[in-house]
């Protein structure tokens, strides 16, 4: 493939080339596999907001009534909501690589995913075991409050991000900083 730079991160064409002949590209590329994904990939926001959203909520002092260890139990189906999400992306980014591993938006979405997951990380490593304690209408700890707005406030970049992601469909390449 003469006129591309080179990219020695990724390999767009290899990725596709996997996609083909494990039938996931034609799966994506047929009348209603990417619709169908994108729906999945929605709900799966859905689900992993609506946990994550009300639980972070109620730890930044809204929605008080109703104690953490009963949000809590929102955790399995934000799970399930991260690995919709997760499987759907990765179908998306190996049927068309060139159109998401150089998009800003892309790249922006993936590192605040980053933030997410070592913001949760961290929450449940420093934080998590004293919210066990706190009744209803208990006020969480300065930092529970700090890791809610900072969980928030990810998620919605990465919704936000994602959303961009159509708005950035550069030709192959064009936003590559790394390549040569």
Not at 12 to 20: D, K, L, Q, T
Not at 36 to 43: G, K, L, R, T, Y
Not at 108 to 115: I, P, S, T
Not at 139 to 167: D, E, Q, Y
Request: hydrophobic share 55%; with cysteine.
């Amino acid at each position: 493939m003469t006129g591309l730079p080179h990219d020695p991160i990724f390999d767009p064409v290899g990725m596709v080339i996997w996609a083909i002949d494990s039938g996931f590209y034609d799966v994506m590329n047929s009348a209603w596999g990417w619709p169908i994904a994108e729906i999945v990939h929605f709900f799966g926001i859905c689900l992993l907001f609506g946990a994550v959203g009300m639980f972070d909520l109620r730890m930044i002092g809204f929605v008080r009534g109703i104690s953490l260890p009963a949000l809590h139990r929102l955790v399995p189906f934000g799970v399930l909501g991260f690995l919709l999400c997760a499987a759907t992306g990765f179908l998306f980014v190996i049927s068309a690589p060139d159109q998401y591993l150089y998009n800003p938006a892309w790249q922006v979405k993936m590192a605040l995913l980053g933030v997410a997951g070592a913001n949760m990380v961290l929450f449940y490593l420093t934080t998590s075991r004293r919210l066990a304690l706190l009744g209803p209408d208990d006020n969480p700890p300065a930092a529970a409050k700090v890791f809610a707005a900072v969980s928030l406030l990810s998620w919605m970049g990465v919704i936000t991000a994602g959303r961009v992601i159509t708005a950035f469909r550069p030709p192959s390449w064009f936003w590559c900083a790394w390549c040569g």
